[in-house]
């Protein structure tokens, strides 16, 4: 057992990790708790209207779980910058600044170096993080600064999107922002059997979401579907049919990640002028125009075109991000090579 510089402990190797700690990289129990208990005092609450929480995996290894029900206020780096926060992306990049020292991330990165020799492919380091949640302005600012400075290719999935402080637009234009400086992001289906939750990764790893007391029903969902629709007199369960709720809910809210970005998308792509706007509404207008320039949502790489013809949100370049090596100009990170006929 490794002790990080702000005390977190993290497993010496992959085989501790593996048969001592579930699999997880952070030393102690790793688990999501069941989406319909515990209300507002269930910090691992995914269905929560206010936490917040953060799956992190490292190449294809479960890092740990994060949220924000803690009151302790975190201290790191990003580079030679220190930050402050307590939300669950704080949380994690804190982490991350102790993990990057430890003897099992080394052990990771060789292994990724050994794969690439044996395979004739690249196997560059990657992040996943999934969120219940999507990012808020402060951590969106963070999040970017984080991916410039680590240089590391990051894949996000989002199960839905964030909707206070800066108002809905500004929130949405934030996962624009994330998406121009090289997230590969994706809804998070984390109710599908097939996409949200197996025992084992490709990697015969356990799956995160092996330790998320909801994958036990989320895992049968359509069998239970099935012999509801055979057999008109079964009524559901108590707790199936909260599961139940649950599944429709992240289906909606999945549909909604992705109607939201394209409004927002098409207010990044096509601001409307001023004159336009009712008097009324050119304060907040401003506010989204300065917004733009905050998150560097220039157009001197033609990220306009990428994200117009959606580009950035394929199945294909989410999965290329474990193959492509980072780098800042997003055709050759996440995006990949675009074929010919579709460059902009």
């Given at each position: 057992?490794?002790?990080?510089?702000?005390?977190?402990?993290?497993?010496?190797?992959?085989?501790?990790?593996?048969?001592?700690?579930?699999?997880?990289?952070?030393?102690?129990?790793?688990?999501?708790?069941?989406?319909?208990?515990?209300?507002?005092?269930?910090?691992?609450?995914?269905?929560?209207?206010?936490?917040?929480?953060?799956?992190?995996?490292?190449?294809?290894?479960?890092?740990?779980?994060?949220?924000?029900?803690?009151?302790?206020?975190?201290?790191?780096?990003?580079?030679?910058?220190?930050?402050?926060?307590?939300?669950?992306?704080?949380?994690?990049?804190?982490?991350?600044?102790?993990?990057?020292?430890?003897?099992?991330?080394?052990?990771?990165?060789?292994?990724?170096?050994?794969?690439?020799?044996?395979?004739?492919?690249?196997?560059?380091?990657?992040?996943?993080?999934?969120?219940?949640?999507?990012?808020?302005?402060?951590?969106?600012?963070?999040?970017?600064?984080?991916?410039?400075?680590?240089?590391?290719?990051?894949?996000?999935?989002?199960?839905?999107?964030?909707?206070?402080?800066?108002?809905?637009?500004?929130?949405?234009?934030?996962?624009?922002?994330?998406?121009?400086?090289?997230?590969?992001?994706?809804?998070?289906?984390?109710?599908?059997?097939?996409?949200?939750?197996?025992?084992?990764?490709?990697?015969?790893?356990?799956?995160?979401?092996?330790?998320?007391?909801?994958?036990?029903?989320?895992?049968?969902?359509?069998?239970?579907?099935?012999?509801?629709?055979?057999?008109?007199?079964?009524?559901?369960?108590?707790?199936?049919?909260?599961?139940?709720?649950?599944?429709?809910?992240?289906?909606?809210?999945?549909?909604?990640?992705?109607?939201?970005?394209?409004?927002?998308?098409?207010?990044?792509?096509?601001?409307?002028?001023?004159?336009?706007?009712h008097k009324s509404k050119?304060?907040?207008?401003?506010?989204?125009?300065?917004?733009?320039?905050?998150?560097?949502?220039?157009?001197?790489?033609?990220?306009?075109?990428?994200?117009?013809?959606?580009?950035?949100?394929?199945?294909?370049?989410?999965?290329?991000?474990?193959?492509?090596?980072?780098?800042?100009?997003?055709?050759?990170?996440?995006?990949?090579?675009?074929?010919?006929?579709e460059k902009p």
């Open positions: 057992m490794d002790k990080g510089k702000y005390g977190t402990f993290f497993a010496s190797t992959l085989e501790e990790a593996k048969m001592r700690n579930n699999g997880a990289l952070i030393w102690g129990p790793f688990f999501v708790d069941q989406v319909t208990k515990g209300g507002l005092s269930n910090a691992n609450n995914l269905n929560s209207e206010y936490g917040v929480v953060a799956i992190v995996k490292f190449c294809g290894f479960i890092l740990g779980n994060f949220h924000n029900g803690s009151m302790v206020e975190r201290r790191y780096l990003i580079g030679e910058q220190v930050v402050t926060g307590n939300h669950a992306e704080d949380c994690f990049m804190s982490a991350w600044d102790e993990f990057v020292e430890t003897r099992i991330y080394k052990e990771i990165i060789a292994l990724q170096n050994k794969m690439s020799i044996e395979s004739g492919c690249d196997q560059p380091p990657y992040i996943t993080i999934k969120l219940s949640r999507s990012p808020c302005t402060e951590c969106t600012q963070k999040l970017i600064k984080f991916i410039k400075k680590q240089g590391i290719s990051i894949r996000l999935k989002m199960l839905q999107l964030y909707s206070g402080d800066d108002g809905k637009l500004i929130n949405r234009l934030n996962i624009i922002g994330l998406m121009r400086h090289g997230y590969a992001v994706k809804e998070w289906a984390v109710a599908s059997e097939r996409k949200g939750y197996r025992e084992l990764t490709k990697r015969k790893l356990p799956h995160e979401m092996t330790y998320a007391t909801l994958m036990y029903e989320a895992a049968r969902l359509d069998k239970i579907t099935d012999e509801l629709g055979a057999d008109e007199t079964r009524e559901p369960t108590p707790d199936e049919e909260l599961f139940l709720e649950f599944r429709s809910s992240v289906q909606n809210a999945n549909s909604n990640v992705l109607k939201e970005i394209e409004a927002a998308l098409e207010f990044y792509c096509n601001p409307p002028s001023i004159a336009n706007i050119r304060k907040k207008y401003k506010e989204l125009i300065k917004h733009l320039a905050v998150l560097e949502l220039d157009d001197d790489l033609g990220i306009k075109s990428l994200l117009r013809e959606k580009l950035l949100m394929r199945d294909e370049l989410y999965l290329m991000v474990k193959t492509k090596p980072f780098d800042f100009l997003l055709k050759h990170g996440p995006l990949g090579e675009i074929p010919m006929d």
